[in-house]
């Protein structure tokens, strides 16, 4: 069984994109969730390799656990060759890993100015950053060429590329964002509004932010620099 080490996930999509694929496909695990806020979440934190988390510790593999979300994915659908965490087609897996690492590595203007908090919904005048705004015009872009090259290949289902995979895992946090600060959808096309809807009523996903608003009662769970940005 293998154990997730974590943030809480309302505030950090990192460990969230792995819980989703822990859970969408069923996969034995357990999470410890800590809280940086806290001294001893924090500590748990810094103990990890690169000082960040998700981390995903495997008995087999000895004492060094798997650090960094797209690490971990890829370590899941090595070992999970049933579970199609990437699409059967090799030019959809091909777009499905281009589209997952320039999230992974990129948006910088949206992950940094707004920060993840899945509970929490800002009205009235919040700033708009212009970098932010073009890099959820991209993140759009992005959905509706996902869309139309799987129904191109003939691949049915809602998702990104059909059933959902590691690449819906990836941007799910990011439709937080958008609903969190109120971004305009308006440009979104036919196609990424469809994934767009099927996400948010992904039952896996449902509970996940379900769970996430139980754990928002505890104030224990608390991180003060995530909370009233705007």
Known sequence: EYLLIGAYIRYSSWTARIVAILEHFKIPYRFSQHNKADPNGLQTIHSQPARLVPTLTVPSLGPNPIHDSLAITEFLAESHPDLPLWPASRRLRALARSLVAEFHSGFGNLRNNYHTNYVVRYVGDVPMIPGAVKEVARFLECVDL???????????????????????????????RLRTYGFDLSTASPLAREWIVAMWKDP???????????????????????????
């Open 146 to 176: 996902a869309r139309r090259e799987t129904l191109e290949v003939g691949v049915e289902g809602p998702y990104l590329f059909g059933s959902f995979g590691a690449a819906d895992a990836f941007y799910w946090p990011v439709l937080w």
């Open 204 to 230: 896996v996903l449902v509970e996940l932010g379900r769970q996430m608003f139980i754990d928002a009662e505890n104030p224990e769970t608390r991180v003060p620099e995530y909370e009233g940005i705007f």
